[in-house]
């Protein structure tokens, strides 16, 4: 009977303790195979705090790391998360939560003015304010998951998080003082009111700076893209009003010409003929694949790319048919040539160059595109599909090749990223059957 209540409190208990990451983590599984991981970690959580113990002695430090480490398996197995936030939120709440249970359990001797040891031995109170504890630490967590929406985790591990917890194992350290101590100290329950206040702050207060960092990223990262689209479409521009300046000058250039053989000058006009070809040799496309979006950045981004001393050679097909939004291909090729131009700018004169492919394979079934830009390139370390800035304010910076990896991830596109002989590449491929659905999507 006894172990039937205990395993029955300790379900609760993870019941409590499950509620109350749901307010702070994203969940991993769907409903049915969420409840069966969580169903054994109860059943872990009952075998730990009752049949383990019955052969050992154990302290309290230890009582404290086995349930930390349980409660962090539980969350490991139905949460997404960074393995950062996820220790300080584990700790914390378990330090908070069990804060409470000991504030509550000391006002009640404070009102009974019973002894702890009076307390214990009364099973049918000790029972019922078990379950009356849990009914209030029920109410709260409920109240938590009604203001408090779960957190999508989009960034990378932060050093300071980790440190954090501190608060929290200062916290245990006080309830370990309030539980070896032979009598009631009100100096020491202050303090771990005091501690149980700062944690809960500093649940929600980290959560919220993390939030904040979210919110600043994602700003970072749609200014990235506005930059990207309003190069592309100045790019566009720019290609427009050339053009329509060459229109109007070869008008004049045909009257001269014109003129010229009218009065048998055949040798000036092949004078005048080569200095064209002198003035003209820099208006002349270094890309032409028929795709307005595609020319206009390949031909900005070359050129940006020439004045920089760097060799950049194209290899591109006929793209006018490709259906991947004008927007997209210039946030990925944009971003991959100017990481491409500034990895080049380090190096030597002589050692800059960089090789770009877009070619569109019609024949294949479906129709694929596949894009490359490979250049010379000090050594970069790729972990995980992420490069590390080297700038200052690294959270303001990388949003260039983050900015590709989402994008092409709406065309489900198979990309790649390698460093070797002093080269960096990145490839990938899609299929344009997933592009018409994309499109369709946003009708």
């Known amino acids: 009977m006894v172990y039937l209540l205990s395993s029955l409190l300790n379900s609760i208990q993870m019941l409590l303790y499950m509620f109350f990451m749901n307010a702070f983590f994203v969940r991993r599984h769907n409903s049915r195979l969420f409840w069966g991981y969580w169903l054994l970690w109860a059943l872990i959580a009952t075998v730990a705090t009752n049949v383990f113990p019955s052969s050992i002695q154990l302290n309290g430090p230890f009582v404290f790391l086995m349930e930390i480490i349980i409660l962090y398996g539980m969350n490991v197995t139905l949460y997404y998360g960074c393995w950062d936030r996820r220790l300080f939120t584990v700790v914390t709440s378990y330090a908070a939560i069990y804060s409470i249970s000991s504030l509550m359990e000391t006002l009640l001797l404070r009102i009974t003015h019973m002894t702890r040891a009076e307390y214990l031995n009364n099973a ?130 045909l009257f001269t010409l014109s003129t010229m053989l009218d009065h048998g000058e055949i040798s000036a006009v092949s004078e005048y003929l080569k200095q064209l070809q002198v003035q003209q040799t820099e208006r002349i496309l270094l890309v032409n694949s028929h795709n307005p979006s595609v020319d206009a950045v390949l031909n900005q981004k070359g050129y940006a790319a020439k004045n920089s001393s760097i060799d950049i050679r194209f290899e591109v097909n006929d793209l006018s048919e490709i259906k991947a939004s004008p927007v997209d291909l210039t946030i990925i090729i944009g971003n991959l040539l100017d990481n491409a131009i500034e990895a080049c700018e380090k190096l030597p004169t002589d050692h800059r160059w960089i090789t770009v492919k877009v070619i569109r394979d019609a024949n294949a079934s479906p129709t694929s595109i596949f894009l490359s830009v490979e250049n010379s390139s000090l050594p970069v370390a790729i972990v995980n599909d992420h490069i590390a800035t080297t700038k200052q304010e690294p959270e303001l910076h990388g949003f260039g090749l983050r900015n590709v990896m989402e994008t092409l991830h709406k065309y489900d596109a198979f990309h790649l990223m390698s460093y070797k002989n002093s080269s960096f590449l990145f490839c990938a491929e899609w299929y344009e059957e997933r592009t018409d659905s994309i499109i369709k999507s946003l009708k």
């Open 124 to 253: 049918p109170l000790y029972i019922l304010f078990c379950f009356i504890r849990l009914g209030v630490l029920g109410i709260i967590v409920a109240l938590i998951n009604r203001f408090h929406a779960p957190l999508k985790e989009l960034g990378k591990p932060r050093v300071w998080v980790p440190f954090a917890t501190f608060f929290p194992l200062c916290t245990l350290f006080v309830l370990l003082i309030l539980q070896t101590s032979s009598s009631e100290s009100s100096s020491w329950t202050f303090c771990l009111f005091v501690m149980c206040v700062v944690d809960v702050v500093a649940l929600f207060l980290f959560d919220n700076i993390e939030s904040t960092a979210q919110t600043r990223e994602a700003l970072a990262v749609a200014r990235q893209r506005a930059d990207a689209q309003a190069a592309g479409m100045q790019a566009l521009s720019d290609s427009y009003a050339a053009q329509r300046k060459m229109t109007h000058e070869f008008r004049g250039y």
